[in-house]
């Protein structure tokens, strides 16, 4: 091997061995080989770490390449940073979610109930107003929304037995917002039962709401109009609600709608402006309070 010293004399030097080297020939460069770096000659060369001041090895390898080490990780560090990302976007979704109020127009057995949902604060109607047949398709619909409130354009009870009306009704007339049909008591009912069938409808789902915690409120749509829109006057009813619910520049709003959807939006957005302090209340019977011309809701 060419580390071994030769039985003859000293190895002579790279450039002498070359058969063409002549006399007076240049030395060449030496050889990778022929440094201390040859992996067959590392053995003929003292090693480094001998050289090494003592303890110089006991510190990581980072800081001998002026690296500041990474901080060691806590077991289950990782998964309980997961967790409370996820913990962020679900609360972020709940509250998206449950920033929702509804609207439901009640009508007859024929009819049925006709459900919206709004978002006030971005002034958007969340989901297409619904056409459901019963109280508990009303309750179930709604659940997975949590709405904070729900607007009811139905009465919430009858008048008192021996009265054609309700002492909110009066009031509510007294106040020259706009006409209205008084509730009948329970013997009025009984006497024209096909006509009040939807007093009858609203009254099962105030039980509904009542026996689910819904917060609900009973408001009265065509009044709401009116504070915002201004009065009907002679205009036929479907055009001047139609008017005054694009007056109010919401988004979402899927049109054509008929009267008794415009009516649940309204009443939707009835409950958002009570659940703001909003409304002038007439015992149970809640309207809008007067906006300045030109402002909206919300």
């Not at 240049?26 to 050289?51: F, G, I, K, N, Y």
């Not at 009704?169 to 069938?197: H, K, M, Q, S, W």
Request: net charge positive.
């Amino acid at each position: 091997m060419r580390h071994r010293p030769r039985a003859d004399g000293p190895t002579p030097p790279a450039h002498a061995r070359r058969a063409d080297a002549g006399a007076g020939a240049r030395p060449r460069r030496a050889h990778l080989r022929d440094r201390a770096h040859d992996q067959r000659r590392r053995r003929d060369h003292s090693s480094r770490r001998a050289e090494r001041a003592a303890g110089a090895d006991a510190r990581p390898p980072r800081l001998r390449a002026g690296k500041r080490p990474a901080r060691p990780r806590r077991p289950g560090s990782r998964a309980a940073g997961r967790r409370a990302v996820e913990a962020g976007v679900f609360r972020a979704l709940k509250a998206s979610v449950s920033a929702a109020w509804a609207g439901v127009d009640v009508g007859a057995w024929r009819k049925g109930f006709h459900v919206a949902l709004v978002d006030g604060r971005s002034r958007s109607v969340l989901a297409p107003p619904v056409r459901l047949s019963s109280a508990a398709e009303v309750v179930k619909f709604l659940t997975p929304w949590h709405p904070r409130a729900v607007g009811v354009d139905s009465p919430r009870a009858l008048a008192p037995d021996g009265l054609r009306s309700r002492p909110c009704e009066r009031a509510f007339v007294a106040a020259g917002i706009c006409a209205l049909r008084f509730t009948p008591d329970r013997r009025g009912l009984a006497a024209n039962p096909g006509y009040y069938a939807w007093v009858v409808n609203g009254l099962e789902l105030w039980r509904a709401f009542d026996a689910a915690g819904v917060t609900a409120l009973e408001c009265f749509p065509t009044a709401s109009w009116t504070r915002w829109y201004g009065p009907r006057r002679q205009q036929p009813r479907g055009r001047w609600s139609q008017r005054a619910l694009r007056s109010l520049r919401l988004t979402g709003v899927k049109t054509p709608l008929d009267q008794d959807e415009r009516d649940a939006i309204g009443a939707a957005l009835t409950a958002y402006e009570w659940s703001h302090g909003r409304c002038e209340v007439f015992g149970d019977i809640v309207v809008p309070a007067a906006l300045a011309r030109g402002k909206r809701p919300g």
